[in-house]
């Protein structure tokens, strides 16, 4: 009986280790990387002539950071020979069907969440990409290409793909989707400041249980991908809209 208890420790505490461990190694990766392509992204901009710090230099950057995202992950999943973590198929049209809900549902309860600090006036922070486009609004619509082309399929590929996988392995999906969640939300938070910032980051974990349910769902990276950056294409535009005035707030 003694044998038999402290092996289900020794097992638990390597599945531990095997899912917590490499989610860990993982994020320490892509933050790795990430601060490196921006350090390289930022001295080829300043190269060429680009200014960093412009409307289209900040957008360049972003572009960096998350090739860099890309990068890391590619490079885990190819080291550790664990590309079988994530959900890949040839899309079809199911999956479309699956993206539009997606994006449906985000929409959705941005807008619902929203609404609803409003009405019970709940400081929902200040984002720091709000803060960066001040005086050029022009810049959310150079963040769009860049979260489609990149923003989307890179953190998608990182905390859907390697982060959920790691914990769907071990735990199951209705875990993975929640601990995947709350990876996504830690990620962001120096992406919001002021007294509202972790009420904003549970609105992030909301967003991210959303994409993470509808990729085991679909069993698709692709349908969170599209999701996801149909969801950031709408709010860009909307922030810019509302900067130059076409709209009022």
Not at 99 to 127: H, K, M, P
């Amino acid at each position: 009986m003694a044998s038999d208890v402290s092996s289900s420790s020794r097992s638990d505490l390597q599945t531990a280790l095997r899912a917590f461990g490499g989610v860990v190694v993982v994020v320490l990766l892509v933050l790795v990387c990430a601060t490196i392509f921006v350090s390289l992204g930022t001295a080829l901009l300043r190269a060429v002539g680009i200014d960093p710090t412009g409307a289209l230099g900040t957008a360049l950057v972003s572009a960096s950071q998350f090739v860099g995202f890309g990068v890391a992950a590619g490079g885990y999943l190819t080291v550790t020979d664990q590309w079988e973590l994530i959900h890949r198929r040839l899309p079809t049209g199911r999956d479309l069907k699956w993206a539009a809900v997606g994006f449906g549902v985000l929409l959705v309860l941005y807008l619902v969440i929203s609404f609803g600090f409003t009405q019970l006036g709940i400081d929902s922070g200040d984002s720091a990409v709000a803060a960066t486009a001040e005086g050029q609004p022009v810049l959310f619509l150079y963040y769009i290409p860049v979260t489609l082309l990149l923003v989307a399929p890179t953190e998608e590929l990182v905390f859907r793909g390697v982060v959920q996988g790691q914990f769907r392995r071990e735990y199951g999906v209705t875990f993975a989707v929640a601990a995947s969640s709350a990876v996504f939300a830690a990620i962001h938070f120096t992406s919001f400041t002021g007294e509202g910032a972790l009420v904003t980051l549970g609105v992030v974990l909301v967003l991210g249980a959303v994409l993470g349910a509808i990729y085991e769902k679909s069993e698709s990276l692709l349908v969170p991908v599209v999701a996801h950056g149909l969801y950031n294409t709408v709010q860009f535009a909307a922030s810019y809209a509302l900067a130059v005035g076409l709209v009022s707030g």
